[in-house]
């Protein structure tokens, strides 16, 4: 006797969709959009590329799925960062949280924000346009809070709030870049402590 089948037809079954994502996440990180094959992703899901379109989308929706969980996940240190009490606090935990996220052991190096499309051909621009605009964002939200740190008189009023903020996020994307080449956790430290020494004071 024939059962009914509940459900809409296609519907991914038998996988844990976050887990998935937190796979494809470490393909992206380690690879780069573009160097992260169709093979690469389902693999690393152990899923069907049937299965993966069909909970995901193309390979573009799932990058922007993946930079969700990067954000929220790895990269969430930002957002505990822009809650210290003041901006060097920011500063501080904002450097320390990348080279703490750059240099994990046992995962990829480096950020995937930063070098997961750094250069791409047009299958890969609008992966490359989605990393800028993340990395603008973040940038905008150290320089709102930097700003707020001015008008608060944490900061000297004559401050930049804007350079400040691109002092720091080009600090925190040069290390990714240097933790992606092999550069230790000690040593990427020693240097966002040097960068901070002369951090203008009230």
């Given at each position: 006797?024939?059962?009914?089948?509940?459900?809409?037809?296609?519907?991914?079954?038998?996988?844990?969709?976050?887990?998935?994502?937190?796979?494809?996440?470490?393909?992206?990180?380690?690879?780069?959009?573009?160097?992260?094959?169709?093979?690469?992703?389902?693999?690393?899901?152990?899923?069907?590329?049937?299965?993966?379109?069909?909970?995901?989308?193309?390979?573009?929706k799932?990058?922007?799925?993946?930079?969700?969980?990067?954000?929220?996940g790895?990269?969430?240190?930002?957002?505990?960062?822009?809650?210290?009490?003041?901006?060097?606090?920011?500063?501080?935990?904002?450097?320390?949280?990348?080279?703490?996220?750059?240099?994990?052991?046992?995962?990829?190096?480096?950020?995937?924000?930063?070098?997961?499309?750094?250069a791409?051909?047009?299958?890969?621009?609008?992966?490359?346009?989605?990393?800028?605009?993340?990395?603008?964002?973040?940038?905008?939200?150290?320089?709102?809070?930097?700003?707020?740190?001015?008008?608060?008189?944490?900061?000297?009023?004559?401050?930049?709030?804007?350079?400040?903020?691109?002092?720091v996020?080009?600090?925190?994307?040069?290390?990714?870049?240097?933790?992606?080449?092999?550069?230790?956790?000690?040593?990427?430290?020693?240097?966002?402590?040097?960068a901070?020494?002369?951090?203008?004071?009230?």
């Amino acid at each position: 006797m024939a059962t009914k089948q509940s459900g809409p037809i296609g519907r991914p079954r038998g996988f844990d969709a976050d887990e998935a994502l937190e796979r494809a996440m470490l393909v992206f990180w380690e690879r780069g959009y573009e160097g992260a094959s169709l093979a690469n992703l389902t693999d690393a899901m152990g899923i069907s590329a049937t299965s993966m379109y069909a909970a995901f989308g193309n390979k573009e929706k799932l990058f922007r799925r993946v930079l969700e969980c990067y954000t929220e996940g790895p990269s969430a240190y930002l957002d505990r960062a822009l809650e210290e009490p003041t901006a060097l606090g920011v500063a501080t935990a904002l450097l320390a949280g990348v080279v703490r996220t750059t240099t994990r052991p046992g995962g990829p190096h480096g950020c995937l924000g930063v070098q997961g499309a750094l250069a791409a051909g047009d299958a890969g621009q609008p992966a490359r346009d989605l990393l800028v605009a993340w990395r603008n964002d973040g940038c905008c939200r150290v320089r709102d809070r930097f700003q707020r740190a001015v008008d608060e008189g944490d900061l000297p009023p004559e401050a930049d709030a804007n350079l400040l903020a691109r002092y720091v996020t080009t600090l925190a994307f040069g290390i990714a870049a240097q933790a992606a080449g092999g550069v230790g956790r000690d040593e990427l430290q020693k240097m966002a402590d040097a960068a901070l020494r002369n951090w203008p004071l009230a």
